[in-house]
């Protein structure tokens, strides 16, 4: 009897243990921060729900990153950054993370996020999948001849003009520096508004740069204090001093308003224009003799160290690079696919065809430049930005305000190695 | 108003803020460049040796020029940063500042309160002739220039120039090279009855590991207030510093403007705050 009951208990044991349910035990749950807010985050949350379903065996939980003031604290990005380094510090960084170029560059010197190629058997990146992203987003995630993070929201620089404005006055959107200058003068002096009107920063100097053949860094070295960077900040200068061009920190508000003649910001600016724009306008490519247009952006990196935890964000990041949800996520977004099959798709294709400007941004990438990669970035960033305005605003010579920047950077650049 | 901007920190790139000197009891010190002894003299400023621009340049046969209009001091072809102050009517910089810019070592002599400059001689040899600290050839790279006001200058003290200081544990060195006021940056401004103030700094790593998360820096007045930085118009970014690195910027605070910042205060996880004395 004794007997019986023990193996009565034996088996009930047994079964209890088997009935531990096999997806609380296996399930693998992942964090992903981001900063996407709005209409950014419910796409990113439908295509994350969507990824649950497909996969049973993983949980994602989302962390929207929002600054609580971007005067005291930076904006989004800046508080996503603080937050992954501040999670690394301590031992609890997230699975998944939005990334932008300089960030990964420190990342992957401290060994803190995982190649693609760890990936292996059913689970590694294709050659296919290697090849259809955009290579300009494809060499910016890549160290060492292997990827350490997935393009993800992407925008580039792009012209904004008022057409129904260069109608009236005849003229066509300007395709070099030259032209623009010639344009911002006619509408200047017949409107009485600057033609290009821009937010004094490193955005605007970047723009004309690359455009004019011109870097931010080379070889490891700041050389946007050459010829080409010193012509650049003297173009702001002539520009604005003749009020052609004015600078501002509502450029955008006025281009909308009908208070100046052209902006130059990222297609991320179309969604919004849509609305907001009571003209009609128009996109086209940054103008400049060089087909070479800064785009702006993050990308997904996965920060985990667990194993099976690895693998559900690799999986997660594959599914939001998978054609149809790249086509979604750019729809319901305003950023640009980061596919070629995605861009070149019917789908996509058929979305830009209502939503023209789309189609300038991808035409666009094909000559898009990523921003440097180097950890010293955001402060060169800030150095250049500070350069803008010593020229613009104080009236500091220009070659001697890029000098400047450079040299400081330099100096960054070399305490950085 | 005019727009006083941080970005004005730029080595060699600075228009001169000339606050004149400190105090009514100075000390003063002589000066010799080469074999020559000048007529005029230098002066200890809180705790800085000055020596008037003028002489020193003109006796070392250095080109120079002082643009009035744009408040601009260019010696050797290089705009000149620095503390610049204004004494007796004469513009006065750090003897070390005057032997960077002009390349000429210069030596200053405690014990027999004189500075002397040695155009033939290098640095070491200077260094070991009085047994003193030879004056660097080269400004300090690593860490910022101060920032300055563009005001222009007033007759009398108005201020003293900011003493660069430094705060060290095992982990971190902090160097605050100058600390300033400033009404506006990237288009922001303080709120009404608050001030803008600037520090100027550079962390470095001088510990033998990588230091991932290298904390936050806050300012405290002399009422022991505590202030956050507002990251929105500053210019240090957070950045994973290898054994060595180096990071330098700015950091804006937004203080009342009867405030008096005299401390900067850096937490870290790893160690108990460093708290550096902005003040002599």
Known sequence: MLKILSMILVCLFASAMLAVPASASEKVNIEMWHAMKAEKNDALESLVNRFMKENPDISVTTKLIKSPDPKMYGNDYACLYRNIIQGLAGGTPPDIAQVYENWTTQFVMIGAVTPFSHFKGADAITQAEINDIFPSFRNACSFNGDMYAMPFNKSIYVMYYNKALFSKLGINPPKTWEEVKAVSKKIYESEGIPGLEFTPSVDIFGNILYTSGGEFIRNGSAVFNDAKGIAAMNYLREMTENNYAAYSYSSYKDFVGGKAGFIIETTSRIGALKNDCKFNYGITFVPGEKKAYLYAGTNLAIFSQDEAKKLASWKLIRFLNRKENNIELAERTGYLPTTLSASESPEYKKFISSNPGYETGIQALKYGVSQPDTAAWESIRGFITDAVMNSLAEGQDAEEAVNAAAEYSNDLLKGFK | ?280
């Open chain 2, 1 to 280: 108003m005019k727009k006083i901007l941080a970005g004005l920190l730029f080595m060699a790139s600075l228009v001169l803020c000339l606050p004149p000197a400190a105090d009514a009891q100075i000390q003063t010190v002589s000066i010799a460049v080469g074999t020559s002894r000048l007529a005029e003299q230098g002066i200890v400023n809180t705790g800085i040796v000055y020596v008037p621009v003028r002489p020193v340049v003109t006796e070392m046969g250095v080109s120079w020029e002082w643009n009035p209009a744009r408040k601009r001091l260019v010696i050797n072809g290089k705009t000149v940063s620095g503390n610049a102050i204004r004494y007796n009517n004469s513009i006065y910089l750090p003897y070390t500042a005057i032997a960077s810019f002009a390349g000429v070592p210069a030596v200053f002599d405690g014990s027999a309160s004189r500075v002397i400059f040695r155009p033939e001689a290098t640095e070491d040899t200077l260094a070991s002739y009085l047994g003193g600290t030879s004056a660097s050839l080269k400004p300090s790279v690593s860490s910022p220039s101060p920032a300055v006001s563009v005001q222009a200058p007033s007759q009398g003290f108005i201020k003293e120039p900011f003493v660069p200081v430094v705060g060290e544990n095992d982990v971190f060195k902090v160097s605050v090279t100058n600390m300033d006021s400033v009404s506006e940056v990237k288009g922001q401004r303080p709120r009404s009855g608050n001030k803008f103030v600037a520090v100027h700094l550079s962390q470095q790593n001088v510990s033998r590991e990588v230091q991932i998360y290298t904390g936050k820096f806050a300012l405290m007045d002399k009422a022991h207030r505590i202030y956050e930085y507002s990251e929105g118009v500053s210019n240090f970014w957070l950045v994973v510093l290898r054994p060595g690195g180096t990071n330098f910027g700015y950091l804006v605070f937004e203080v009342p403007v009867n405030a008096e910042p005299n401390r900067l205060i850096l937490s870290t996880t790893s160690r108990p705050p460093m708290t550096i004395n902005l003040s002599r």
